[in-house]
């Protein structure tokens, strides 16, 4: 009985009884089918509903944008010109630590952004500043099934992470800043946190809770196609590659961003180092300094005149980085300013003690 049947699948041409059913569909069935295929492809391709979240979204801002009222900045000072370049990267919103959550962590950008813009209006005695870079460096999100155990350590599942939370606080953060500077160019790259699933689950690798993030931040700010916001078009711009990495480049000087994932050994060390000199000639573009996050460790240093800037975290009482890292700091986030004639003049941490015992950060707005 089992032998004879093989014959007969044999026998079927699939593809041949397929096109006769297509051709028997009436235009409905048509319509209906290859919007199936479509939704199958964006399931199966785009990975796992991060797309259809983000087709949802857009849809919805299609009809109604969030309200944003977008400052004008006073002034922009006086002197040479001044680019200050703000990272942002490791918020990991939606985790819980003793002393983290999403509150917290959306209280630690807004201290963030009102700090940075009280250092641009205190430089502008001295300099001319229009434009910021804000680089989101990945690991916006904490994400929920990075480690067997993670459901139990965050506060909001990954699609409240991804479509509100910090799309919210990172809008916040920048219509703050557009009070102090004209202009805003976002620089994005991906973090592994923000992966859907195990990194061995197969999915898409430009498939990405990050990504969802910055193109919510995008729409938010801009708008959809259908529904644009006029003022603010102009002034912020975005670059979100699909590559690991990022460019940008501050009057002479090129900076390469990555998540740091991709990070092998001690930061710093002979492997690091290898990896960095590979990337001068593996990376298309020539570029001058490296910046990173993924460490949760604020550190600098030089490798043969091209600096590399490790940036920190908003979070505190992380097990991990205390257990495995041996470090445990004050949150803090890096902000940089450039100026022609030397490119980098000045690198500084900003720290964010907002929900710390005698924190700042309660009168920010
Ligand atoms: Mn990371």
Same mark, same amino acid.
């Given at each position: 009985?089992?032998?004879?049947?093989?014959?007969?699948?044999?026998?079927?041409?699939?593809?041949?009884?397929?096109?006769?059913?297509?051709?028997?569909?009436?235009?409905?069935?048509?319509?209906? &089918? $290859?919007?199936?295929?479509?939704?199958?492809?964006?399931?199966?391709?785009?990975?796992?509903?991060?797309?259809?979240?983000?087709?949802?979204?857009?849809?919805?801002?299609?009809?109604?944008?969030?309200?944003?009222?977008?400052?004008?900045? &006073?002034?922009?000072?006086?002197?040479?010109?001044?680019?200050?370049?703000?990272?942002?990267?490791?918020?990991?919103?939606? *985790?819980?630590?003793?002393?983290?959550?999403?509150?917290?962590?959306?209280?630690?950008? &807004?201290?963030?952004?009102? *700090?940075?813009? $009280?250092?641009?209006?205190?430089? $502008?005695?001295?300099?001319?500043?229009?434009?910021?870079?804000? !680089?989101?460096? %990945?690991?916006?999100?904490?994400?929920?099934?990075?480690?067997?155990?993670?459901?139990?350590?965050?506060?909001?599942?990954?699609? *409240?992470?991804?479509?509100?939370?910090?799309? !919210?606080?990172?809008?916040?953060?920048?219509?703050?800043?557009?009070?102090?500077?004209? &202009?805003?160019?976002?620089?994005?790259?991906?973090?592994?946190?923000?992966?859907?699933?195990?990194?061995?689950?197969?999915?898409?690798?430009?498939?990405?809770?990050?990504?969802?993030? !910055?193109?919510?931040?995008?729409?938010?700010?801009?708008?959809?196609?259908? @529904?644009?916001?006029?003022?603010?078009?102009?002034?912020?711009?975005?670059?979100?590659?699909?590559?690991?990495?990022?460019?940008?480049?501050?009057?002479?000087?090129?900076?390469?961003?990555?998540?740091?994932?991709?990070?092998?050994?001690?930061?710093?060390?002979?492997?690091?180092?290898?990896?960095?000199?590979?990337?001068?000639?593996?990376?298309?573009?020539?570029?001058?300094?490296?910046?990173?996050?993924?460490?949760?460790?604020?550190?600098?240093?030089?490798?043969?005149?091209?600096?590399?800037?490790?940036?920190?975290?908003?979070?505190?009482? @992380?097990? !991990?980085?205390?257990?495995?890292?041996?470090?445990?700091?004050?949150?803090?986030?890096?902000?940089?300013?450039?100026?022609? *004639?030397?490119?980098?003049?000045?690198?500084?941490?900003?720290?964010?003690?907002?929900?710390?015992? %005698?924190?700042?950060?309660?009168?920010?707005?």
């Amino acid at each position: 009985m089992a032998s004879s049947e093989p014959e007969e699948i044999d026998d079927f041409d699939v593809q041949q009884w397929a096109s006769a059913q297509h051709r028997d569909d009436t235009e409905e069935i048509r319509v209906l &089918k $290859k919007e199936n295929a479509s939704l199958r492809q964006r399931l199966t391709v785009a990975g796992r509903g991060a797309s259809i979240v983000l087709g949802a979204v857009q849809e919805a801002f299609d009809e109604d944008l969030p309200r944003i009222s977008v400052p004008k900045p &006073k002034k922009h000072g006086k002197g040479d010109e001044e680019v200050p370049v703000l990272h942002i990267s490791d918020t990991q919103m939606g *985790k819980i630590t003793e002393t983290y959550d999403t509150a917290i962590g959306i209280g630690r950008l &807004k201290e963030l952004a009102s *700090k940075t813009a $009280k250092i641009i209006e205190l430089r $502008k005695s001295m300099a001319t500043i229009k434009e910021l870079r804000l !680089y989101l460096g %990945g690991d916006m999100v904490e994400g929920e099934v990075i480690f067997p155990h993670q459901p139990h350590l965050i506060d909001t599942s990954v699609i *409240k992470q991804s479509v509100r939370d910090v799309p !919210y606080a990172i809008t916040e953060v920048i219509v703050s800043l557009l009070s102090v500077v004209e &202009k805003i160019h976002v620089v994005c790259v991906a973090g592994n946190h923000g992966r859907p699933a195990s990194k061995h689950s197969g999915s898409h690798p430009e498939t990405n809770w990050d990504t969802v993030c !910055y193109e919510i931040v995008r729409m938010m700010v801009h708008g959809t196609e259908v @529904n644009q916001r006029a003022d603010t078009l102009e002034r912020v711009t975005f670059n979100i590659p699909p590559s690991f990495y990022a460019l940008d480049t501050v009057f002479n000087t090129t900076n390469l961003m990555i998540h740091g994932h991709q990070i092998r050994g001690m930061i710093g060390g002979p492997a690091f180092a290898r990896q960095m000199m590979g990337w001068r000639d593996s990376i298309r573009e020539p570029w001058d300094n490296l910046y990173f996050g993924h460490f949760h460790v604020y550190k600098q240093g030089d490798l043969n005149g091209r600096w590399w800037f490790c940036n920190g975290t908003t979070e505190s009482d @992380n097990d !991990y980085a205390l257990e495995r890292l041996s470090s445990s700091t004050t949150p803090r986030q890096r902000l940089q300013f450039f100026n022609a *004639k030397h490119g980098m003049i000045a690198d500084m941490p900003i720290f964010l003690t907002y929900g710390l015992a %005698g924190g700042d950060g309660e009168q920010a707005a």
